[in-house]
C-alpha cells in the first residue's frame, strides 16, 4: 500500500506498457512517452527525460495527437490518453525541451 500510495503521489500516469495503444495513426510513441514521463516523476529528476525526449522524432511527440480517442478504446486501464498527452506535453515544455 505504502508503494502505491508513493507512486500515486507522484503523479504518474497508470499505464503499464502493453502496447495497446501503439498502432496511433499519427505515430505517438505513447508507451515510451507514458514510461520516459513515469520515470521523471518517480525519480524527481528530469534529466534522463530531458534527454530521451529531445531526442525522439518530432512525428512521434504528443503535440502530433489529433484526440482521435482510438487510444481510449483500446487501453485496458481505461487511460484518458490524449489528456495524459497534454500533461506530457506540459511537462515538457516546462522543462525546456
Do not use: W
Amino acid at each position: 500500500f505504502e508503494a502505491a500510495k508513493i507512486i500515486i503521489e507522484t503523479k504518474t500516469i497508470p499505464c503499464t506498457k502493453c502496447n495497446y495503444c501503439s498502432d496511433c495513426p499519427q505515430g505517438i510513441a505513447i508507451p515510451k512517452i507514458f514510461s520516459m514521463y513515469n520515470g521523471a516523476r518517480i525519480s524527481e529528476d528530469s534529466f534522463f527525460f530531458k534527454e530521451s525526449y529531445s531526442e525522439m522524432d518530432d512525428d512521434k511527440k504528443p503535440h502530433n495527437c489529433i484526440k482521435c480517442g482510438i487510444c481510449v478504446q483500446r487501453c485496458p486501464q481505461g487511460i484518458d490518453v490524449p489528456s495524459k498527452l497534454e500533461t506530457v506535453l506540459e511537462y515538457a515544455n516546462s522543462q525546456g525541451v
